[in-house]
């Protein structure tokens, strides 16, 4: 969208430019009839520069919203990288939130929208959908995170599994048990606070794999960015 934009941008500038250089050249004989042509190249060339002015802050507007996901995006990862709040949270945290010790967990950006991506194997025992104990510390510190930075965000909870075929666990198809599992993080962050009416889940199933089987194997947790 961002490249749809600038040449958007470009090719009105350029329009511009060619207009007043029409304009010029009627200028150089000036009849009746030329005259007429020239006065609606001056319209022309003034609707087009409407239309620069547009685009300009259309492209400001989303410049500041990059800079803003970047900005978000950063202090997560700092917040990963050292185990306290960044500016902006709540006070009363007694533990750090989404610290270095929580292993399985990797915070990064999706065109407008946050993603904190948590490993499969960290929620969920091989082929179940139902959440280990060990695993209820990682999602109440999302759960922190969500509640405190992002209070007024939608959030999408996205299941996602490995190519394998389902052969044991008794699942329908690689897409029925991400969606458990999404359904099942889903419901634990409303259990910790997240509003119902603001967060809901989607399943992929082997879709959009990663680079190992066991990295594909994932829970996504994706905060929607303001341009939803």
């Known amino acids: 969208m961002q ?3 600038d040449r958007a941008f470009r090719n009105a500038l350029r329009a511009v430019v060619i207009l007043v250089g ?14 007429q042509k020239y006065n609606l190249a001056i319209e022309e060339n003034q609707e087009l520069r409407r239309r620069v002015a547009a685009l300009q802050t259309a492209k400001d507007a989303t410049d500041a919203q990059n800079a803003e996901l970047i900005r978000a995006m950063e202090e997560m990862q700092a917040e990963l990288a050292r185990g ?10 007694n533990q ?21 991506a948590v490993a499969g194997d960290v929620l969920f025992d091989s082929g179940k959908a139902t959440i280990k104990t060990s695993a209820q510390r ?3 510190r999302v759960a922190d995170v969500l509640k405190s930075r992002y209070p ?3 959030i999408r909870v ?8 389902i052969r044991k666990s008794g699942w329908k198809s690689n897409e029925h048990l991400s969606f458990e599992r999404a359904i099942s993080v889903e419901q634990y962050l409303v259990s910790k606070g997240i509003p119902n009416d603001r967060i ?21 947790i994706v905060v929607l960015g303001p341009t939803r």
Do not use: M, N, W
């Not at 306290?84 to 945290?93: E, Y």
């Not at 990797?106 to 946050?114: E, F, I, P």
């Open 3 to 5: 490249g749809g934009r």
């Open 84 to 93: 306290t709040p960044a500016p902006g949270a709540t006070s009363g945290f």
């Open 152 to 154: 007024s965000h939608e």
């Open 200 to 220: 809901y889940s989607a399943a992929f199933g082997p879709a959009r794999p990663r680079a190992t089987k066991q990295e594909s194997r994932r829970v996504e």
């Open 138 to 140: 990682t999602l109440d």
């Open 96 to 116: 750090p939130l989404l610290g270095s010790d929580l292993a399985g967990v990797t915070v990064g950006t999706r065109g407008q929208d946050l993603v904190i």
């Open 158 to 165: 996205e299941g996602y599994t490995d190519s394998d075929p």
């Open 22 to 35: 029409l304009g010029t050249l009627v200028l150089g004989g000036c009849s009746q009839g030329t005259k």
